[in-house]
């Protein structure tokens, strides 16, 4: 225990040394995927005491500071023992961390650095006189970063330290969390607790948590973050708050962590006192032009600004009758001599226009492709309307050659079962990454899109909307965590295989006993599938209650914009069902490749999760399974719920292999996944049936209650919704 | 560790068992004044030991089941040993725990327990054949419950076990919590983070809070809570949110905890249908008693209903022509048959009535006086005007000979400097309590009128507003949790010298050691008075900037409300300042006892703390030291800030006896309150400069700034404010 303690403490750059009290306090889940243990497995662990009898660690800044407490507490945990920090050139093994230009050249000449980039880092094994050393190299002190805990996970997840030849450079620049935190503590579609972010105590108060964020986002690779919601409030950029924004970049600096802002397109008549926000008047562009040069001049190193523009209510460029570009560029320069990015959404949609909702995004900014400035990133979420169970890719993915393009994906659950629902979205992730735009023919992968090789971008990015509150555990439910995790290394590389993510995941934040591992990866695995299919199955989409999104509400039809409604995206009529979106409906499909518009345009090549989403179909209409499309949405429903019913199952074998607490928590949230994916199937089913009037397949259990109940269930206090819309 | 573990996880009703997974996690405060740890003084150990070699407990209930557990986590941590259960007769020296009705005659002969009551216990040590034992009795199980907290709190202050003669009974009926926690998790005057009530997640999952929660209250004897705002929601009574309530019940009670609700008086319209909530019509009348007996039938030990009307714009039976009386007995007729209590709250005033707001509450209620029902409690904050650094005692204490009146004292900070200030707030509700009413001659304490004593009543309460969040640490200051523990102790024994719950507390949460307790008592003790110099000293009562009530703001003069202004407060003018309260004034001294008028009203006799509380006194006015009023005004202030410099340099000696990352927090914590402290001075010696015209003294450091930047300071977001009130 002292032990354990005293190695731990040193994390915190030396400000906080605890005593030996014992803690009064859970396995709370805290220390996410960083949660070292001492090594049991005894031959692994006296392989790894004698690869590692020493360290040799480069004297340097913070963040080799920081490298030396990491090492010093994984190392010391994971080992039980107390490493020490030797010169170059004893005896013993040891491992060596030192940047590529400071090491010693009979070091140098056995490395190949030929592919080694900016952050990126090796970890090889070299003999030389005196032992057989581990080596972390890299250009600059945050590959080093980077490296160490890469290095530690291997030894979390007992791999050998033989023959280690690894060669890791990120794909993408910016590898980001956007925070859709309110000043108020509140976010907007949290539900893992409120706002880390103690604006009323900052800049004075550092809470710890501020210091551990950064340390988790640092050892999955993620350097910057955006900690204030698209749905911006000018008042961050003013002094009395930059302060405060000042004291936590100050904090994240040594982890490589970058702080971005989002910007309010009025903020020039809200807080600068001007009478406009025209991006095209003279006065607007002095003043971004002083409001860049006062941030950084608190800030030397920020990164630059998220806007959320003329969508959903927010101000923008067209209020003043210009554009989307108008305003972009704006900013853009504002921030060009800091070498700051503006991150511009592409996420705008109109009440005005009355153009189906998804094909709004292309048609605003695909004509001016190439017109934007080098440091604006197009932020486009995965799906053309909203991070919904399942969407196809953008169409904007390899439309724009010559505009860099982020991908956006939401970590936190807004459809997804907020933070009670097991769902692992990785696995997500992946599939929009590993979609193919065929832009450039076959094989033009979105994620060649996002890592700029499809047309040779100079900027990348992605970005993940947060799933993190105050909640112990960060994340609210336990797996929550893995999404984090799993946003991280896929923003570090898009090409990573979900599984193999989920796997490292869960050997680092539980255990390496493959009785635990292999069904909870298979769980995790197929958690997504099990939700589209208790929510949305077969192509339908944004059928939730509305505003909070909490549950079903496919029959609300009363919204003042017709997009907010549910019945607008299923369409369901006496006759049928689902979106028209080829050429006799929206034509949405015009906005893809042609080979894609094809597959998506002709139901025999249509896969059938997309069915809904690009065609209105009828009720009897055959599935290829060659049941109607009524027994089939009945028996996806059906097998969602069916599917939540095998995680219990595998869950409840995982006992002996987990701590009780999170065991006890992800059992009651299972719980609660099985009575709302029942609601979902229920709710659903009777209201479509209201339209088909058809009988419920046999594979179908039979509805708790009737429509009427269903429809009157309301929550006005469900989290995450902006007060301002409650 | 693993023995810490696997000892510390039997608390939660065995739910919870947790691996020897190192916890990433810090001593956070989590733990609270239980946070055992092992003792580390040998003689004390084995003195211990010796004393204690099993145990024996009385088989039984949950609650039982409870203090087995708080036995085995609590004695097998302090002693380091498994200590085991055993029968009684056997051999060795044994702690036993048994209600005295099922204690062996041979113990009982021992035993003298006439003055032992409900709740109450004993402890004492009696020799048999066999060995030298503890007993621990009590007439029910949450007596030895409590019995059992005491007995471990000896171990933790490193007490003797020897010639033991404790009889402890509570002094006090119900000692309750009140939680102003909104059902959207945010809390009004709330600076500890949000709700830990997640009604979300309710009833499926059981944050291990709750659990946690219920431990700490019983630990200090509070068996009641008001789990949501006064200003309240009526959907609380609605089925939905009482399946809820139910859930958070289950867990309190086996802790001897009792829930209450707090009732919206507009509910019958909101969530009954009805056309009134006029207390005298029969639907309403019929509308209540249904509720009651709904809310029974779902919750059996439900506490009662906690009720602020026609307060601050709640709804009340005034909106209806009726009387507070007709409210009460309205609701105390439906909750009679199932043995629940209405507290009614004597916080009124109203912008209609031109009176001195301090006089509205005792005009309101005292007239009524013998004519409330038998389960009606009138709970009257502390001092007439609300909750300040200083107030003299509310005029209504003992003022009602007929009529139960409760304490209502604040525990959250809402104008003693949020969560960042340390102020020991025990030292507050002592100085109140220990107040002299002479309403039957002198000693007519306000603490008699609490516990019932002067006026023979049978039901008696005090009530503490809840400082408790989301926070790790539960408080946000790490002191905030002796305001917690405190407010506890005073309620079960109101003539307990906080300096002995200081010394209990810091000994329980922090060490033994006297080079800490010493020191860090004496600056707790002295921190109420600290702020009282620093914000308003002298009787000075009010000034807090609006709304949030965050910092100083004694210029403000534009609300609605002329009682909501704090120029109503000080009244300063070129002459002086202060409010005349004596019979040239409001006259509101006319409420208080003959003695206590007369001391109050003769400047030769009222305490110069009260000064300007009762009068208008020119600025060139003689104090006692011989200095002018506004010398001594600016001499206070300086004195506040001088004395948080002084516990700044008492917590800087407290390095080796701490934590790191409370030593840590704490000081951040402290330097934020000097920074603070100076910024009252500075505003208010600045503002009322402007009324005096006078040089400061000479002992007042200069302000940093001019007042028109006082002025300037806003802050929107300052937390625990009502959302509507933004």
Known sequence: MKQFLKLYTTTFLGLFLLTSTPLFSMSNGYGLWLDYTKIKDKVVLEGYRSQLQGIYLEEGGATLKVIGEELTMGLGTLLDTNLKFNALGGDGNMLIVSKYMNLPKNLTEKMEVDDLKKEGYIIKNVDMEGGSHVVITARDDIGLLYGTFHFLRLLQMHKPLKNLEIVESPKVDIRMLNHWDNLDRTIERGYSGFSIWNWQTLPDYIDQRYIDYARANASVGINGTAVTSVNANALILTPHYLEKVKALADVFRPYGLKVYLTARFSAPIEIGGLKTADPLDAKVIQWWKNKADEIYSIIPDFGGFLVKANSEGQPGPQNYGRTHLD??????????????????????????????????????????????????????????????????????????????????????????????????????????????????????????????????????????????????NWTGHPFGQADWYGFGRLAWNPYMDSKDIADEWLRCTFTNDEHFVGPVKKMMMESREAVVNYMDPLGLHHIFDTGHHYGPGPWVDNLSRPEWNPVYYHKADSLGIGFDRTKTGSDALFQYAPEVQKMFTDLETCPEEYLLWFHHVPWDYRLKNGRTLWDGLGIKYQKGVDQVREMIATWEQMKPYVDDLRYKQVTMLLNIQLKEAKWWRDACMLYFQTFSKMDFPKEMEAPEHALEYYRSLQFPYAPGIRPSWN
């Open 327 to 472: 305003g972009a560029n704006l900013l853009a320069d504002a921030l060009a001599p800091h070498n700051g990015v503006v991150m511009w959404r592409a996420f705008v949609y109109s009440e005005h226009d009355p153009t189906d909702r998804a094909k709004q995004a292309y048609n605003e900014f695909v004509p001016d492709d190439g017109k934007y400035r080098e440091n604006v990133l197009i932020q486009v979420k995965n799906g053309p309307i909203d991070f919904q169970p399942r969407e196809p890719f953008h169409p904007m993915f390899g439309a724009m050659p010559n505009t860099p393009l982020m991908m956006e994906f939401q970590i936190t659950k807004e459809y997804l079962g907020f933070a009670t629902h097991l769902v692992y979205l990785p696995k997500l992730f992946e599939e929009v990454l590993k979609s193919d735009t065929y832009r450039k023919g076959k094989g033009s992968l979105v994620a060649k899109v996002i890592d700029g090789s499809l047309n040779h971008k100079k900027l990348t990015g992605m970005a993940g909307v947060s799933n993190i509150g105050t909640d112990f």
